[in-house]
């Protein structure tokens, strides 16, 4: 008796006349992207900075939580050795990925690890242009170095 197959469910979300692809291919990095965060990160391991035998990392790993998961988008990239990637690593160390996070969220924003679909779907932008999400992750960054100035501001001053 030939066994059952599941049914495959290949159609794509639709969410307010928009088409959003799967999440397993929002998550994926590009060549695209993995050269992006070479320019803008450059090429060495966050922790030791060594050149030697680097991995890309998704700072909030895909799947993170039920809620939320990280985005194949350069600024959730970040390159790391072996030894500090795996599970002696951000794997393996809470602490040492929440350094992580709490330094992207610092340069970036709240928003850092999401693409333009979350974005859309989350009403933060109109449309799912490319135009639009940069636009508004620029000014994310912005709003961050403003709160970033507010913190080194309140921690020097004499009252």
Known sequence: MPVKQRKQHNKPELYRGRR???KSIRGRITRETYNKTIDMHGFECFFCGT???LECHHVVPKGFSRTI???????NLRFLCTEHHGN????GN?????QLQDYHEQLYGPHYFKDVYDLFMEGLVENTSPEVYEAFMQEEERKARYRQIDVDCSANAYF
């Open 69 to 75: 998961s990280g985005r194949g988008v350069w600024r």
């Open 94 to 98: 809470p602490t040492m990925l929440k």
């Open 51 to 53: 050149t030697q035998s």
């Open 88 to 91: 002696d690593g951000v794997h």
């Open 20 to 22: 959003i692809p799967k």
